[in-house]
């Protein structure tokens, strides 16, 4: 049964910090994975996914990296602002399902 | 192109009272998941249709829980009797297909029984 694992619950930085958010998974069969942000109240948007073939995938500030063989991935954000406070989740598809992590709580303060 | 659409967005209902939740996905998209996300954890795979039939319903709580998806389109996701543990947010999504494209979430439902 696939696990996925999200390491802190929760950090705090001061604003311009550049940062990593750590999630790892049991199963390698993966499909691809994906990382999401969710702001209170809100419904989950889509930041990266990474096909299993691929390493790495950039959008902006952000870089998330795929390692299949250790069953890794990192979310990169670079020089943090207080507007990427939220939740961060990873998902790996797996059967046409996501599944979660818990979540990274992430506060950037001013 | 207009979201997922969900409601109602707040729902405080008594233990052993039923209540319903309903979703609209994108236009087009034919597959449907209903998530549910518990306070401090990530959202868990409740059920998911291709148009109108059921793919995967293994996590589904079905001495309580049903969900049904009218002509591929609209679905409702009822719980009847509500226990105390399944005060969650119950998330909508919907994808073109059952690849990752697409995958767009609606703001979800958020359930309180007391």
């Given at each position: 049964k696939q696990e996925v694992t999200q390491i802190p619950a929760a950090l705090s930085v001061p604003e311009g910090e550049n940062l990593v958010l750590n999630c790892s998974f049991t199963d390698s069969a993966i499909y691809n994975l994906q990382w999401f942000?969710?702001?209170?109240?809100?419904g989950l948007t889509s930041l990266?996914?990474?096909q299993?073939?691929?390493r790495e995938q950039t959008s902006g500030r952000l870089n998330a990296s795929l390692d299949k063989s250790s069953g890794r991935s990192t979310l990169y954000i670079a020089a943090s602002q207080p507007g990427d406070s939220a939740t961060y989740l990873c998902a790996?598809?797996?059967?046409g399902k996501l599944i979660f992590g818990q979540g990274t709580e992430l506060s950037v303060k001013p | 192109e207009a979201g997922v659409a969900q409601s109602p967005r707040y729902k405080i209902i008594e233990k052993r009272q039923s209540v319903a939740f309903w979703c609209n996905p994108i236009s087009g998209h034919a597959t449907l998941y209903w998530y549910q996300q518990i306070l401090g954890q990530g959202p868990k795979l409740l059920i998911q249709f291709q148009n109108n039939g059921v793919v995967d319903d293994s996590q589904l709580p079905k001495d309580r829980f049903s969900a049904e998806r009218l002509k591929g389109v609209d679905s409702t996701l009822k719980i009847q009797p509500a226990k105390l543990e399944d005060s969650a947010v119950y998330?909508?999504?919907?994808?073109?297909?059952?690849?990752p494209r697409g995958y767009t979430f609606?703001?979800?439902t958020r359930l309180t029984v007391v």
């Amino acid at each position: 049964k696939q696990e996925v694992t999200q390491i802190p619950a929760a950090l705090s930085v001061p604003e311009g910090e550049n940062l990593v958010l750590n999630c790892s998974f049991t199963d390698s069969a993966i499909y691809n994975l994906q990382w999401f942000r969710q702001d209170p109240g809100k419904g989950l948007t889509s930041l990266l996914l990474i096909q299993s073939s691929q390493r790495e995938q950039t959008s902006g500030r952000l870089n998330a990296s795929l390692d299949k063989s250790s069953g890794r991935s990192t979310l990169y954000i670079a020089a943090s602002q207080p507007g990427d406070s939220a939740t961060y989740l990873c998902a790996v598809h797996q059967g046409g399902k996501l599944i979660f992590g818990q979540g990274t709580e992430l506060s950037v303060k001013p | 192109e207009a979201g997922v659409a969900q409601s109602p967005r707040y729902k405080i209902i008594e233990k052993r009272q039923s209540v319903a939740f309903w979703c609209n996905p994108i236009s087009g998209h034919a597959t449907l998941y209903w998530y549910q996300q518990i306070l401090g954890q990530g959202p868990k795979l409740l059920i998911q249709f291709q148009n109108n039939g059921v793919v995967d319903d293994s996590q589904l709580p079905k001495d309580r829980f049903s969900a049904e998806r009218l002509k591929g389109v609209d679905s409702t996701l009822k719980i009847q009797p509500a226990k105390l543990e399944d005060s969650a947010v119950y998330l909508c999504a919907s994808t073109l297909d059952t690849g990752p494209r697409g995958y767009t979430f609606g703001s979800g439902t958020r359930l309180t029984v007391v």
